[in-house]
């Protein structure tokens, strides 16, 4: 799956003592591994891309064991370290070790301890005098005081943890020897507000080590990168000299199967949890373990779905108890880490048969190393190419052996979507991470952390926060003002002394320092970028609760929305802090905008697969046995409807009881629809007066208008236009209430909202009112912050993707419409019904019963007319409409 890179520098010969490291274990030194090696002894930094399980750990943390082997004497023998040394010999034995060489950034506090252990390996076979030790919120704090008064020779910690040391001035000093930063799993940091704080970070110590007589080099490595080159520039800043991209060219086999129901339902639907296929998942657990005792790792997407499938499994084998676990998120720790022990070692550690099978969520998805797991299950799509790669990287984790993943579909359409997959993964198409630009919160708390690390001259630090891809092209306008930002406050809080943090240090002429111990120990509580998902209560006027609801669902209604909430249609009244005031609403019509945020949203590379896919099923090629088994669905989609060709864009418009349903089909991703359906409703409310409701899945949009009437080609071409789409999106969604509920994180992390004391964190509630309360100052006191303009350029881009959005509507604008008239649901347009019927229906009858009902009148409409005469959609006659031209569909075939 990767491409072999030339060798720019003939490696050298290995040490005799790391030979007989890989003698010992019948291994042989991949060609990238040595090549990575060379390039570290040549002063080379760069990115190592290679799969799950190929060694990508020994090709970087081995450079510096080999550098340590040429260039130092060892202060003592080759010898293995003892198991349970004394506290005493420990003590001696720190002091004695090499100095601070190695630091090892992790994106997750749980992958430290298994990384401090691929190090000590190596090192006690070298028989190299260093201490290996981890830094992170769990690490006790005795261990943490030694660490800032010497630090060991490689550390292992987390991108918070290195800006908190960065916050201590002593930490310059303890960190001059430093050789090696490698950042692990880079691919998760890079996209991120903590990939930021990473390349801040990294600036820093590039600064510290250009007086230091040997270079710092930094490595990063990743297994699922499609822009490898922009990803190597970014982590060493834009001012490194060609960077150096060592591709693994170890041949690791991605096996991708499907588990095929017997059965394909022809009107497929989301909603299921793929338990149809739950004996067949059965089946294939039990054949894996009697093989080899192996074990299985049954990935879903959700918790919610994690928890049906680990009692589903339960039910149906209660003589598995003790032989299957469950792991996600919201589980304890140390349930976690018992889950994962027992993994380690297939669960051989404790009396019985062994581990069978874990059922888990993306809580597993990175970087530790479970040899034993034989299988990797997949419920559900996994929507993305690098999702699916990651996660059928935890099987066969070791060089040589083939990693294996079995895909469950949930519904018929998801077999389009894992052929698609296996597609990309054979051709190596991976998703591209996009960084991240400008996060001034971010910008802000790392001014205050180096002024609390010992100070700094305003012009040095202004170059060095350029060195940063984040950053290279801050203006001398941005840059003042955050400077004048964590002076004073800005305009708006100049008369609070407390937000005056940085000062110029007595003494010390133009440096800058923090502004006092009390300010420093508040800004190191509240040092980091990762802020929680919260939820809302939802009340009625009188105060009687409801119980809570995604607040990323209510934050994108406005007031006079209606939504289902515990079985009743509501009109939303207000949202004061975290409660969404509501009552009864007295129609069920109306605009309800479908937002889901719990939901894994197609990816941009897996879309492109998919409808590469479809386009083949058009033109009549079924390529392999997950689209030979869909191929009753295409071909009913194909008789009754279109399967919309490489340069359409398929609209169906049908008419029932409920009013006038207009189907249409990107085929984007929901993130993408979910913005353009807001966009779409609210531009056909412009036409006329009317209502008109949203719902979206991954393939499509539906809009529903119950007095909506027959469109043209030319009306629809102004409806899906790009010009005033900003405008229009900003005017149709609640887009001050979605940034000030944005501006919440960004005022925690640019230190406007204190979070708390360690063990006491502040409610919520209270963060919600303190970040509301500066979002209402600085928007009439201070208009121009550039903390406001983020928050509403965070809305656009994180949460409705629009730069996705305006090349998806760029896109239609160059394809011809395909506008049809069907005489019933189709198989495309099923789905978004049924969506619709959940988003907007409340009756004694249950969704799934009525979905089901619906689904077996069509199955059974196609069977018999092969779709000439027109059923019934829903319990009363479809309205009248004018007579369609002959075969019940109309397409307007146009190019602009």
Same mark, same amino acid.
């Given at each position: 799956?990767?491409?072999?890179?030339?060798?720019?520098?003939?490696?050298?010969?290995?040490?005799?003592?790391?030979?007989?490291?890989?003698?010992?274990?019948?291994?042989?030194?991949?060609?990238?591994?040595?090549?990575?090696?060379?390039?570290?002894?040549?002063?080379?930094?760069?990115?190592?891309?290679?799969?799950?399980?190929?060694?990508?750990?020994?090709?970087?943390?081995?450079?510096?064991?080999?550098?340590?082997?040429?260039?130092?004497?060892?202060?003592?023998?080759?010898?293995?370290?003892?198991?349970?040394?004394?506290?005493?010999?420990?003590?001696?034995?720190?002091?004695?070790?090499?100095?601070?060489?190695?630091?090892?950034?992790?994106?997750?506090?749980?992958?430290?301890?298994?990384?401090?252990?691929?190090?000590?390996?190596?090192?006690?076979?070298?028989?190299?005098?260093?201490?290996?030790?981890?830094?992170?919120? $769990?690490?006790?704090?005795?261990?943490?005081?030694?660490?800032?008064?010497?630090?060991?020779?490689?550390?292992?910690?987390?991108?918070?943890?290195?800006?908190?040391?960065?916050?201590?001035?002593?930490?310059?000093?303890?960190?001059?020897?430093?050789?090696?930063?490698?950042?692990?799993?880079?691919?998760?940091?890079?996209?991120?507000?903590?990939?930021?704080?990473?390349?801040?970070?990294?600036?820093?110590?590039?600064?510290?080590?250009? $007086?230091?007589?040997?270079?710092?080099?930094?490595?990063? &490595?990743?297994?699922?990168?499609?822009?490898?080159?922009?990803?190597?520039?970014?982590?060493?800043?834009?001012?490194?000299?060609?960077?150096?991209?060592?591709?693994?060219?170890?041949?690791?086999?991605?096996?991708?199967?499907?588990?095929?129901?017997?059965?394909? $339902?022809?009107?497929?639907?989301?909603?299921?949890?793929?338990?149809?296929?739950?004996?067949?998942?059965?089946?294939?657990?039990?054949?894996?373990?009697?093989?080899?005792?192996?074990?299985?790792?049954?990935?879903?997407?959700?918790?919610?779905?994690?928890?049906?499938?680990?009692?589903?499994?339960?039910?149906?084998?209660?003589?598995?108890?003790?032989?299957?676990?469950?792991?996600?998120?919201?589980?304890?720790?140390? *349930?976690?880490?018992?889950?994962?022990?027992?993994?380690?070692?297939?669960?051989?550690?404790?009396?019985?048969?062994?581990?069978?099978?874990?059922?888990?969520?993306?809580?597993?998805?990175?970087?530790?190393?479970?040899?034993?797991?034989?299988?990797?299950?997949?419920?559900?799509?996994?929507?993305?190419?690098?999702? &699916?790669?990651?996660?059928?990287?935890?099987?066969?984790?070791?060089?040589?052996?083939?990693?294996?993943?079995?895909?469950?579909?949930?519904?018929?359409?998801?077999?389009?979507?894992?052929?698609?997959?296996?597609?990309?993964?054979a051709a190596a198409r991976v998703e591209s991470r996009i960084p991240v630009a400008r996060a001034m919160d971010v910008l802000v708390q790392h001014l205050v952390t180096i002024a609390a690390g010992g100070g700094f001259l305003e012009a040095d630090l202004a170059r060095e926060v350029r060195d940063t891809a984040a950053f290279a092209d801050l203006s001398d306008g941005q840059w003042t003002w955050a400077m004048d930002f964590v002076r004073g406050g800005g305009a708006a809080l100049h008369a609070y002394p407390e937000y005056a943090r940085i000062a110029p240090e007595r003494g010390l002429g133009p440096r800058l320092a923090v502004a006092g111990d009390r300010i420093a120990r508040r800004h190191r509580l509240n040092i980091g970028t990762i802020v929680g998902e919260q939820s809302m209560l939802v009340k009625f006027r009188s105060?009687?609760?409801?119980?809570?609801?995604?607040?990323?669902?209510?934050?994108?209604?406005?007031?006079?929305?209606?939504?289902?909430?515990?079985?009743?249609?509501?009109?939303?009244?207000?949202?004061?802090?975290?409660?969404?005031?509501?009552?009864?609403?007295?129609?069920?019509?109306?605009?309800?905008?479908?937002?889901?945020?719990?939901?894994?949203?197609?990816?941009?590379?897996?879309?492109?697969?998919?409808?590469?896919?479809?386009?083949?099923?058009?033109?009549?090629?079924?390529?392999?046995?997950?689209?030979?088994? !869909?191929?009753?669905?295409?071909?009913?989609?194909?008789?009754?409807?279109?399967?919309?060709?490489?340069?359409?864009?398929?609209?169906?418009?049908?008419?029932?009881?409920?009013?006038?349903?207009?189907?249409?089909?990107?085929?984007?991703?929901?993130?993408?629809?979910?913005?353009?359906?807001?966009?779409?409703?609210?531009?056909?409310?412009?036409?006329?007066?009317?209502? !008109?409701?949203?719902?979206?899945?991954?393939?499509?949009?539906?809009?529903?208008?119950?007095?909506?009437?027959?469109?043209?080609?030319?009306?629809?071409?102004?409806?899906?236009?790009?010009?005033?789409?900003?405008?229009?999106?900003?005017?149709?969604?609640?887009?001050?209430?979605?940034?000030?509920?944005?501006?919440?994180?960004?005022?925690?992390?640019?230190?406007?909202?204190?979070?708390?004391?360690?063990?006491?964190?502040?409610?919520?509630?209270?963060?919600?009112?303190?970040?509301?309360?500066?979002?209402?100052?600085?928007?009439?006191?201070?208009?121009?912050?550039? *903390?406001?303009?983020?928050?509403?350029?965070?809305?656009?881009?994180?949460?409705?993707?629009?730069?996705? &959005?305006?090349?998806?509507?760029?896109?239609?604008?160059?394809?011809?419409?395909?506008?049809?008239?069907?005489?019933?649901?189709?198989?495309?347009?099923?789905?978004?019904?049924?969506?619709?019927?959940?988003?907007?229906?409340?009756?004694?009858?249950?969704?799934?019963?009525?979905?089901?009902?619906?689904?077996?009148?069509?199955?059974?409409?196609?069977?018999?007319?092969?779709?000439?005469?027109?059923?019934?959609?829903?319990?009363?006659?479809?309205?009248?409409?004018?007579?369609?031209?002959?075969?019940?569909?109309?397409?307007?075939?146009?190019?602009?």
């Open positions: 799956m990767t491409v072999a890179m030339p060798h720019h520098a003939e490696a050298p010969a290995l040490p005799t003592a790391v030979a007989d490291f890989f003698s010992r274990r019948g291994w042989t030194p991949f060609d990238f591994q040595r090549e990575c090696w060379s390039a570290y002894l040549d002063g080379a930094s760069g990115l190592v891309h290679a799969p799950t399980g190929v060694g990508k750990t020994l090709s970087v943390c081995l450079g510096p064991m080999i550098e340590a082997l040429h260039t130092e004497a060892l202060r003592e023998p080759h010898r293995a370290a003892p198991a349970n040394p004394s506290a005493r010999r420990r003590a001696l034995a720190r002091q004695a070790a090499e100095p601070f060489r190695l630091l090892w950034l992790t994106p997750m506090r749980a992958l430290a301890g298994d990384t401090t252990a691929s190090l000590l390996e190596p090192c006690r076979e070298l028989g190299l005098n260093w201490t290996i030790e981890q830094r992170t919120g $769990d690490t006790p704090a005795t261990l943490k005081k030694k660490q800032r008064e010497r630090l060991p020779t490689a550390l292992v910690t987390t991108p918070e943890s290195l800006s908190l040391l960065l916050s201590f001035p002593e930490t310059r000093e303890a960190m001059r020897s430093l050789r090696c930063v490698v950042v692990d799993e880079w691919h998760e940091l890079i996209g991120t507000k903590r990939g930021v704080q990473t390349e801040l970070a990294l600036a820093r110590l590039r600064a510290w080590s250009a $007086d230091h007589p040997y270079p710092l080099r930094t490595w990063g &490595l990743s297994a699922t990168l499609g822009n490898t080159e922009q990803a190597a520039r970014v982590l060493l800043g834009p001012a490194a000299v060609a960077p150096r991209i060592v591709r693994g060219i170890v041949p690791k086999a991605v096996q991708v199967d499907t588990i095929r129901p017997a059965n394909i $339902d022809r009107f497929p639907w989301s909603g299921h949890m793929g338990l149809k296929s739950l004996d067949q998942v059965l089946d294939a657990i039990e054949r894996t373990f009697a093989d080899g005792g192996g074990s299985t790792l049954l990935f879903t997407n959700t918790r919610a779905q994690a928890e049906i499938w680990f009692g589903a499994i339960f039910r149906a084998r209660p003589d598995w108890l003790g032989t299957v676990a469950i792991h996600h998120g919201s589980l304890d720790k140390k *349930l976690r880490s018992k889950v994962e022990d027992l993994l380690k070692t297939g669960g051989a550690a404790r009396a019985g048969p062994g581990l069978r099978c874990v059922v888990c969520t993306s809580s597993l998805d990175l970087g530790v190393d479970f040899s034993p797991v034989a299988q990797v299950i997949q419920v559900g799509s996994p929507k993305g190419i690098a999702r &699916l790669i990651q996660r059928a990287g935890r099987s066969g984790h070791r060089p040589g052996v083939a990693s294996r993943i079995l895909g469950v579909p949930t519904n018929a359409m998801e077999l389009v979507e894992f052929s698609a997959a296996r597609e990309a993964v105060g009687r609760t409801l119980g809570t609801i995604e607040e990323s669902f209510i934050t994108r209604l406005q007031v006079g929305d209606r939504f289902v909430f515990a079985g009743r249609v509501l009109e939303l009244l207000r949202v004061r802090e975290m409660t969404a005031y509501a009552t009864p609403a007295r129609s069920r019509g109306g605009a309800v905008p479908r937002w889901n945020g719990g939901r894994m949203p197609l990816s941009t590379q897996l879309a492109e697969g998919v409808r590469r896919r479809l386009d083949e099923a058009r033109r009549g090629e079924y390529t392999d046995d997950d689209m030979l088994a !869909v191929r009753p669905v295409l071909e009913l989609q194909s008789r009754w409807s279109v399967i919309p060709g490489p340069d359409d864009v398929l609209i169906e418009d049908i008419t029932t009881r409920d009013g006038r349903h207009w189907f249409i089909f990107p085929f984007e991703g929901r993130l993408v629809h979910e913005g353009l359906g807001a966009l779409l409703s609210y531009r056909l409310t412009r036409l006329r007066p009317r209502s !008109v409701s949203a719902v979206c899945t991954d393939y499509g949009i539906e809009l529903l208008s119950p007095d909506g009437e027959d469109l043209g080609e030319a009306q629809w071409r102004d409806i899906l236009t790009t010009d005033g789409m900003l405008d229009d999106l900003l005017a149709c969604l609640n887009s001050t209430e979605l940034a000030r509920r944005q501006f919440r994180e960004i005022a925690r992390i640019a230190g406007l909202v204190n979070q708390g004391m360690p063990g006491s964190p502040r409610p919520s509630r209270q963060l919600q009112a303190s970040s509301e309360m500066f979002f209402e100052v600085l928007s009439e006191f201070d208009p121009a912050n550039l *903390l406001l303009d983020q928050a509403r350029r965070e809305v656009l881009e994180s949460q409705l993707e629009i730069r996705r &959005l305006c090349e998806t509507l760029e896109r239609i604008a160059r394809q011809r419409l395909v506008i049809v008239h069907p005489r019933d649901l189709t198989p495309f347009s099923f789905p978004l019904w049924a969506e619709s019927l959940r988003a907007t229906h409340v009756t004694s009858e249950s969704w799934t019963a009525r979905i089901a009902k619906m689904a077996l009148r069509l199955e059974e409409q196609a069977a018999a007319t092969r779709g000439d005469a027109r059923p019934m959609i829903g319990p009363k006659s479809p309205r009248k409409r004018p007579a369609r031209p002959k075969g019940g569909r109309r397409a307007v075939p146009s190019r602009r």
